[in-house]
């Protein structure tokens, strides 16, 4: 069944207990929006009655880039204020990717950056083509990955979370698959992300959700750290130096510290 009509920024494709959700706003990278985070919740709330898989994917050339700093620039240039940074709801879908009753699976071809490698970490499972990217981009600009180091840290350990959001530049698949932010690559990712749904579909709704829930409890510093991460997001974005410095890199291309 064709579920994407009712949507704007996700296509939703369903077959079974199977979900596949992409990612679909190409004239903006893929970037996160309140509506796309706001269809997401939807399109899981449809999912947990009786999906066993979630799969996410973006385009063959980038799967998510992050936060909307082309909408962040376009609200600044109608004369609207910037609005008060609210990152619950984008934790809250994490979270529920990372202990939702299902299999989640992220399907990354291109580049993910920024909220990007939030989705990548909150799933259960990542696929990548060889060719993909990872990278946070967030310091570049004066921001913290506030809301993904809690998911990045569980999948990969702090040090390697600490140094990704250092050096801002991206990882290869390869590296990814080292370090386990990425489960298997290859030059197909469609015939290895076939092959894992043949296992995981077999795989009952009641056992995984005994599973996720119970995973749940063991990951739950993804809880506690919630606040902290929230905290450190709103207070980013509410600094005045942080938001000219991204609209002036949308305008003119140009990084904060370029003249």
């Known amino acids: 069944m064709d579920l994407m009509e009712r949507f704007q920024t996700i296509e939703v ?10 990612f679909n706003r190409p004239e903006a990278r893929n970037t996160i ?11 899981l709330d449809e999912a947990e009655s009786n999906a066993t898989v979630v799969i996410l994917e973006g385009s063959p050339e980038i799967f998510c880039f992050g936060a909307d ?11 609207n204020g910037p609005k008060e940074s609210n990152p619950e709801p984008l934790y809250a879908l994490w979270q529920r990717l990372a202990t ?13 950056n920024a909220g990007g490698i939030g989705f990548v970490a909150a ?10 990217r990872f990278s946070l981009s967030e310091l570049l600009f004066g921001l913290l990955p506030a809301c993904v180091l809690p998911f990045l840290i569980r999948r990969i350990g702090h040090q390697r979370a600490h140094y990704l959001t250092l050096m801002t530049q991206p990882i290869s698949a390869e590296q990814a698959l080292q370090w386990g932010l990425a489960d298997a690559i290859g030059p ?7 092959k894992h749904l043949l ?7 009641p056992a995984l959700t005994r599973y996720k829930n119970y995973q749940s409890d063991l990951s739950g510093f993804l ?22 410095g991204i609209l002036r890199y949308v305008e003119t291309g140009k990084f904060p510290w370029e003249p």
């Open 69 to 79: 700093f082309q909408g962040m620039q376009a609200a600044a240039a109608a004369g």
């Open 199 to 205: 296992r995981l579909r077999r795989l009952s709704k």
């Open 13 to 22: 494709r369903s077959e079974d207990a199977l979900y596949r959700i992409r």
């Open 223 to 244: 809880t506690t750290w919630k606040p902290q991460a929230i905290a450190a997001n709103q207070a980013v974005f509410a600094d005045r130096r942080n938001m000219e």
């Open 123 to 132: 799933c259960d499972v990542v696929v990548a083509d060889v060719g993909a």
């Open 100 to 112: 939702g009753p299902f299999a989640t699976v992220a399907h990354v071809r291109g580049l993910a």
């Open 33 to 43: 929006n309140d509506r796309l985070i706001e269809e997401c919740h939807q399109a």
């Open 188 to 194: 197909d990712s469609e015939a290895i992300l076939r």
